[in-house]
């Protein structure tokens, strides 16, 4: 019987399938539930959409559960997210009531699941209240933060420390991201896909389609970031790179793909903002895609010329491995998760303002030699370090270290 995960070995190699089949041995039939706040859209969702039938081809029982919450929820952890990636915001006690009862009421639905699973990941602030719900838990619990949390405002923090410190472990996707918890804390960044509709090498036609679909000149360079519009990840000051530019290269072309999450509200408010400060500019193609949209992504990502990803903060920015995974050069916010992903002169540029990006885009389109060695580079630093496979590893060693308690030495045969 063919599986699933046999089809990444023409991109890993052989050995990194077989190592991944030997560490699940040990753990087939357990139950797993991922628990998050939405389907569609951001990376969580992305990573998500993979891991969970990946998982279960390599006989772990795998489930994926969304909680459900009214608009008042998702601003209240909208407002939680920036304040753990730094921001100065006061949530109002209102609001963290409506947080606690969403969770009290989605722990409800989600009783039976949560209690009898040997494994639960909670993904982010929106769900951690879960935890305190489920009294008679049979699993070890995981909180999985995906953001940067390396200066969280501190009584946001506070309230959400509450819950997190105690769960089982938690997960931060690099060191500089972990706060001091009493649960042992585990260093996992994300990964793309190679094999999803974003990632994988479409027909030439296809790639060709995006040109005419968007009324983009096949033949003018191409600055591409494709983004949630978060204040976050600077699409205004994106903007500002891009005509700063302009003024030495007449023929660039920009492009600003978002769509919608269900779990971000401010989206309509920064999508306004970017259409505003993109009104005199006709070069400036601002696309809002639907959420399932992958392949257009995919195709935008492979006609950039540069992708670049100028956030102020961020956990970990899927967008830019995508890009790198196409052997584009990556001009990169100098911000958490970046500076990991992109190697500084070698894969890319990590920059620190509008003019910094600018610079980058010009000097890159004056030395093509140069940019096609990064993209080279690219494509092979996330092989290596960036793809599904890594993260399926890492998530089945940290199962086998909270299942066996085997803290000191994982087994294979
Ligand atoms: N994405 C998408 N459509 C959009 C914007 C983003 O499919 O309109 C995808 C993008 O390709 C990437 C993910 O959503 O896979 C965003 O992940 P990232 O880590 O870059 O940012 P996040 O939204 O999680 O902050």
């Known amino acids: 019987m063919s599986h699933l995960i046999d089809s990444y070995a023409s991109i890993t190699g052989p050995d990194v399938i077989e190592q991944l089949r030997q560490l699940a041995k040990p753990l087939q039939g357990l139950k797993v539930v991922h628990v998050n706040s939405t389907k569609l859209g951001g990376g969580v969702a992305e990573i998500l959409n993979k891991m969970i039938p990946l998982m279960n081809d390599l006989g772990i029982e795998t489930s994926w559960e969304v909680v459900q919450g009214n608009p008042e929820f998702y601003a209240c952890t909208k407002m ?93 996707s690099l060191a500089g991201f972990a706060q001091a918890l009493p649960n042992p804390i585990y260093l996992i960044p994300p990964s793309i896909d190679p094999l999803n509709d974003k990632n994988i090498e479409l027909p030439e036609d296809e790639r060709r389609a995006v ?23 600077d699409p205004v000051g994106v903007i500002q790179s891009f005509k700063s530019a302009k003024r030495f290269i007449p023929g660039l072309q920009l492009v600003l793909a978002g769509g919608e999450a269900s779990d971000d509200p401010e989206g309509d408010i920064v999508l306004e903002e970017v259409r505003t400060a993109a009104a005199d500019e006709p070069d400036i193609h601002v696309l809002l895609l639907p959420g399932d949209a992958h392949r257009t992504i995919n195709a935008l990502q492979s006609a950039a010329t540069i992708i670049i990803q100028k956030s102020l903060r961020e956990g970990f920015g899927l967008t830019v491995t995508e890009g790198m995974w196409k052997q584009k050069p990556v001009i990169g916010g100098d911000t958490g998760g970046i500076r990991l992903q992109v190697i500084n002169h070698h894969t890319g540029f990590l920059v620190n303002s509008p003019a910094g990006a600018a610079l980058r885009i010009r000097y890159l389109l004056k030395n093509q030699d140069k940019m096609f060695e ?38 294979l045969k």
């Open 80 to 172: 939680m997210h920036n304040a753990i990636q730094g921001n100065q915001v006061q949530i109002p006690e209102k609001l963290l009531k409506v947080y606690e009862k969403t969770n009290a009421e989605n722990a409800e639905q989600l009783r039976d699941t949560l209690t009898a699973a040997d494994i639960v990941f909670i993904h982010d602030p929106q769900p951690a209240a879960l935890l305190k719900h489920i009294d008679d838990r049979q699993g070890k619990w995981i909180w999985r933060c995906h953001i940067d949390a390396s200066k969280p405002y501190g009584p946001v923090w506070k309230y959400l420390r509450k819950d997190v410190q105690h769960y089982d472990a938690s997960i931060f």
């Open 374 to 411: 990064m993209g080279i580079k690219a494509k092979e630093f996330v092989r290596e370090n960036f793809l599904i496979t890594r993260h399926i590893r890492e998530y089945l060693t940290l199962m086998h270290a909270l299942v066996f308690d085997s803290k000191h030495r994982i087994e």
């Open 211 to 233: 040109y005419e679909a968007f009324n983009l000149d096949p033949d003018r360079p191409l600055v591409v970031q494709v983004s949630r519009f978060d204040r976050f990840k």
